[in-house]
């Protein structure tokens, strides 16, 4: 398991994110575009969940979400960590990938 979130976080991520995939993956207006990220909040930490369209079929096919880490900068904002990810979902599909 990663260092950034528990299991127990990593299940409670993969409920919320589910939705948003679902969401992403049925939006066949187009107008969320290739990509969305929506933050969640999960025991006072923050992530970032993203949803690609690798094609932007009709319906969307080549899809994928991942989950980032979200940290507060010594400047006081807040910034992803595009370095740490876990890929929860691919087309509809479970699939633990992780960098």
């Known amino acids: 398991m990663s260092n950034w979130i528990t299991k127990q976080e990593l299940k ?16 066949y207006d187009y107008q ?3 990509q969305t990220w ?19 079929d009709k319906p969307r ?7 980032y880490p979200i940290y507060r900068t010594e400047c006081g ?3 992803t960590d595009g370095g740490n990810w876990i890929r ?4 509809k599909e479970v699939d633990n990938e992780s960098n």
């Open 12 to 27: 409670i991520a993969k409920v919320m994110a589910s939705k948003i995939y679902k969401d992403f993956c049925n939006s």
């Open 61 to 67: 096919t080549e899809t994928y979400c991942s989950i």
């Open 88 to 91: 929860l979902f691919t087309n």
């Open 38 to 56: 929506t933050e969640i909040e999960i025991s006072g930490k923050f992530f970032d969940v993203e949803c690609f369209d690798d094609d932007m």
């Open 77 to 79: 904002t807040w910034e």
């Open 32 to 34: 969320e575009g290739e």
